[in-house]
């Protein structure tokens, strides 16, 4: 290696890096011209550039990826998380229920009982009191016994109680704003309650509101 070769190679890194003056990258190119020792070196410097490009690509490429992937992941806990709540608070309107509201399903003209010639006596229901897919009647005893209760007797009740309840999902979507009683086809809907012949002893049914607590009768035995 000459002298020459010794000022070039010193400077070669700046040459490949393409930072050298002018001056210099002159008298770099001439020399490679003419050496191949050199020209050897500044190939190397040049592959190993390349190969290092390459990994900077790559090692970009992993963590771009990498981010991506975190993203999807966290916009899917996400997701789960409120389809979650959602399907939380759609099971809970399903299967909770509550006592249809006096007032907005004006039961007080809505439900009735009626006897027919069978001396089946009947809870019927009309109009906004029709509104819910859902509504079943609570039925409780003169002592405010309910069916579910140890002391409801059915056979010795002599006044019956009812309380019409809906799914949670009924009543809220039952306001004005999603239905109106123009929506509804005038059907009454009828609920067996028992027959008169069966059930001696009982003399009067109610419906009894229990958000007020107030009593209101439905229904007395003739005679
Ligand atoms: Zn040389």
Request: hydrophobic share 40%; charged share 35%; glycine share 2%.
């Amino acid at each position: 290696m000459t002298k020459a070769c010794e000022l070039i190679q010193d400077l070669l890194p700046l040459y490949a890096d393409n930072v050298c003056s002018e001056e210099s990258r002159k008298e770099v190119a001439q020399h490679i011209a003419e050496c191949d020792s050199c020209k050897e070196m500044l190939r190397k410097m040049d592959t190993q550039l390349v190969v290092q490009a390459d990994k900077d690509i790559k090692v970009i490429r992993s963590v771009k990826k990498r981010i991506l992937t975190e993203k999807i992941a966290s916009a899917a806990v996400i997701a789960i998380f409120i389809i979650g709540i959602f399907t939380g608070i759609m099971f809970h309107l399903i299967n909770t229920d509550c006592t249809m509201d006096y007032e907005k399903y004006n039961l007080a003209e809505n439900v009735a009982v009626k006897q027919d010639e069978n001396g089946d006596v009947w809870l019927v229901r009309k109009n906004e009191a029709t509104l819910s897919w859902f509504v079943f009647p609570d039925v409780m005893d003169e002592n405010g016994n309910k069916m579910s209760d140890k002391g409801f007797e059915r056979e010795k009740a002599e006044a019956m109680t009812y309380t019409l309840k809906q799914r949670k999902i009924d009543s809220f979507l039952t306001t004005t704003k999603f239905m109106t009683v123009k929506d509804v086809i005038a059907k009454d809907e009828y609920t067996l309650l028992f027959n008169v012949n069966e059930k001696e002893k009982i003399n009067e049914i109610y419906y009894y509101d229990d958000k007020t607590d107030k009593d209101y009768l439905l229904w007395e035995r003739e005679n």
